[in-house]
């Protein structure tokens, strides 16, 4: 055998491959790769399309938006978009919860005042077949079942600690940025233009794309209470004492050692007890 091909295990003995995507921008346009469909979703930021991948027919989710702000991330030595960097961290290794990044174009790169730079990039991402957002979903379903709305939460709570996780705060977890698939339910979470690295040190990020650790979770934590009061108008099963908790738990100072992390929530019994 190769030695290239051999796989050593590394510390903790778990074998896993290592990651063979690109982490810079694909060559070429997106156009030439793909076609672009119907507008599927626009935001602050940018439009969202359906393309097809010319190569194969493959169906994809393409996001045209701007980014101002660049990262490093690990093992890649130029500087991306703070999305992408985002979005590089959470593929690998992936997560059913996470969406996925596929690959990304650099379309324009634009010099601001100030020494600023605009860069208008395309994301190309998985495509989950028929989802809404659970904006959509909640104003879609007035009255949920109980099971429901434990399921979403279960899962909007595990997609929060598979970020945190990964060393990353996604800093903007709302009900349009959360994608709901029907049958089965399963939720994805989108959107990591707003993410911040977590951690201390000065010199291995921008500061404008950092956060402390004890930050990051009760950021998480205070975003997570919102959803759940959102799925709380459409459920009236979701039981008080759950719900007290996570108040108490956005009310803790940030050293208050009672909330270190989101695994506290899962460990509630409404949750644990599925
Ligand atoms: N992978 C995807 N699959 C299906 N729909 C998507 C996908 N990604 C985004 N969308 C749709 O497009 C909308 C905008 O996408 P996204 O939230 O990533 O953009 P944004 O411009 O950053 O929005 P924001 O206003 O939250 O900053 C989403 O709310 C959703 O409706
Ligand atoms: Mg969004």
Redo the contacts with the bound molecule.
Sequence with gaps: MEKSMLHVPGPSGQRRPPCRQRIGPSPGSVEAKYDLKEN???????N?YRGIRKMDGKQF?I?S?TSEVDSNVPGYPLPIPIEVAMMTIVRDPPSPLL?KLQEWFLVKVEKLPRGKVCKTIMLV????GP?R?LEDFLQKHQHLEERVARTLILQIVKAAQECLRRKICHH?I?D??I?VIDRPLQI?L??F??GMHICHDPKKYPPDTRISPKKAVKNTVKQLFGIMREIEKQCSSIPEEFMAFMNTCITLGDDDQRLQTVQQILDQPWLKNQ
Excluded: F, P, R
Excluded at 40 to 46: F, K, S
């Design positions: 599927i979703g626009a935001g602050c930021y940018g969202v989710i996001k938006t969406i991402m998985e495509y989950l989802c957002t903007d709302h349009c940025n994608l994805k989108i959107d233009g707003c």
